[in-house]
């Protein structure tokens, strides 16, 4: 029976030196694709000696697995800027609208009190000469008010126009000449001997 054990344990030593020595398959670009760990292994002991692992199967597969995945962050990463740029862009528009709309509130209330600092003037006068006499005066009522308003626009002008003497025709138009050229009627053909000819 010890026999038999040694025969089987020197047959498993065999088998598995043989096992050892028979090249395995090479991992494929899907297996580093998903494991990390190995493609950063593989990518680790293929980077210490480029020329020894040039013609590598395995590190030809880890080195194009990680150049998709870098691709693929690649555009992600292009994909979230764009998404950022357009937020910023979006954000400077509101903010861009909300400042004109906020000059344009800013501008109408300006207005407004510009207008009712104007009528509040009038109403202070109306109310000073209302408090002078029994009823207020109106402009239009006085001719005093009147003639001096009137006093303030420009005179109309006199205009004085002169005659207007067309120049000297010293220049006279001459005949034209005619040609007279005689005109010869053509002789008469009858339209018979046309046709038969």
């Given amino acids: 029976m010890i026999a038999a054990t040694r025969v089987a344990?020197?047959?498993?030593?065999?088998a598995w030196?043989?096992?050892?020595?028979?090249?395995?398959?090479?991992?494929?670009?899907?297996?580093?694709?998903?494991?990390?760990?190995?493609?950063?292994?593989v990518?680790?002991?293929?980077?210490?000696?480029?020329r020894a692992s040039a013609g590598d199967v395995e590190c030809d597969n880890a080195r194009r697995a990680a150049m998709s995945l870098a691709a693929e962050g690649e555009g992600q990463r292009n994909a979230s800027f764009e998404k950022e740029s357009e937020r910023k862009l979006n954000a400077l528009r509101n903010r861009q609208v909300r400042q004109e709309q906020a000059e344009q509130?800013?501008?109408?209330a300006a207005k407004a009190a510009a207008d009712a600092a104007y009528e509040a003037q009038w109403r202070e006068k109306n109310a000073?000469?209302?408090?002078?006499?029994?009823?207020?005066?109106?402009?239009?009522?006085?001719?005093?008010?009147?003639?001096?308003?009137l006093s303030?626009?420009?005179?109309?002008?006199?205009?004085?126009?002169?005659?207007?003497?067309?120049?000297?025709?010293?220049?006279?138009?001459?005949k034209p000449e005619i040609e007279q050229a005689a005109i010869i009627?053509?002789?008469?053909?009858?339209?018979?001997?046309?046709?038969?000819?």
């Fill in 185 to 197: 009627p053509r002789p008469f053909r009858p339209a018979d001997s046309t046709s038969k000819k």
């Fill in 9 to 14: 344990g020197v047959l498993s030593v065999a």
């Fill in 43 to 50: 990518l680790a002991r293929c980077n210490q000696d480029r």
């Fill in 17 to 41: 030196l043989v096992a050892c020595d028979t090249p395995a398959k090479p991992r494929s670009v899907e297996f580093f694709t998903e494991d990390g760990l190995a493609r950063e292994g």
């Fill in 105 to 108: 509130d800013a501008a109408v």
């Fill in 152 to 174: 303030q626009l420009p005179a109309r002008p006199n205009l004085k126009l002169a005659a207007v003497m067309p120049p000297p025709g010293d220049l006279k138009p001459q």
């Fill in 128 to 149: 000073q000469g209302g408090a002078a006499g029994s009823e207020p005066i109106s402009d239009a009522a006085d001719p005093v008010v009147e003639r001096e308003s």
